[in-house]
């Protein structure tokens, strides 16, 4: 396995599982290997899920300045994931989403962003699997295994559609990642930047 780093570029992860994804860069952290996204936003995962990793040909835009006030235009998002990726939850995805009648399209994208499609992925924060559990959402849902991809998507959209029962789908979206009483406090979308980012890239997802 080879880990390298190429500071100048983004980089191209390749999965054991056939497929690949570009990042801006990746670091070791302890026992695990944390890779930073294009679009905001990182996912540690264990080193033997990924095959190697070598520089992107394209190299990585940094963002510009944020607007000093209004709403900071959507970020560059990655395409839909593709067939390696989604293919052994797709089954999965379009039952349990069919069962809550959410739309599977948004289930894609928010796991799409969450995760990228890594089973085993975890943030710094705590939250594990395809749709990102948080612990006390895991114990919710009565999870008993949230890096469990059946049991994780199915617990992930009972919460996004209480979410969406509550809220618009923006700010449904805002609290999925930065909790129900932050949008409460708001009325809405808050002003975080990783929040307003990781909105703009669901919702870009679903043109």
Not at 12 to 34: A, Y
Not at 170 to 187: D, I, K, T, W
Request: hydrophobic share 40%; aromatic share 6%; with cysteine.
């Amino acid at each position: 396995m080879l880990f390298g780093a190429w500071p100048a570029r983004a980089e191209l992860v390749f999965f054991q599982s056939g497929r690949s994804l570009s990042v801006k860069g990746h670091h070791i952290e302890g026992d695990s290997l944390v890779l930073t996204l294009r679009g905001g936003g990182e996912i540690v995962c264990e080193p033997s899920v990924i095959a190697r990793i070598a520089p992107d040909e394209v190299p990585y835009p940094e963002p510009e300045p944020e607007e000093p006030s209004g709403t900071p235009p959507g970020p560059e998002v990655s395409s839909q994931p593709d067939a390696a990726a989604l293919s052994p939850y797709a089954e999965i995805i379009n039952t349990a989403a069919a069962n809550q009648g959410v739309d599977a399209k948004l289930v894609r994208a928010v796991i799409q962003v969450e995760s990228a499609y890594i089973a085993s992925a975890r943030s710094r924060k705590g939250a594990m699997g395809l749709m990102q559990l948080m612990p006390d959402t895991a114990r919710r849902y009565q999870v008993a295994d949230p890096y469990d991809p059946k049991s994780n998507i199915e617990a992930g959209i009972k919460h996004l559609k209480s979410l969406l029962e509550r809220f618009q789908l923006a700010s449904a979206l805002a609290a999925y990642n930065a909790g129900e009483a932050a949008v409460a406090r708001f009325r809405g979308v808050p002003p975080y930047p990783e929040t307003r980012d990781y909105v703009s890239r669901v919702l870009a997802l679903l043109r």
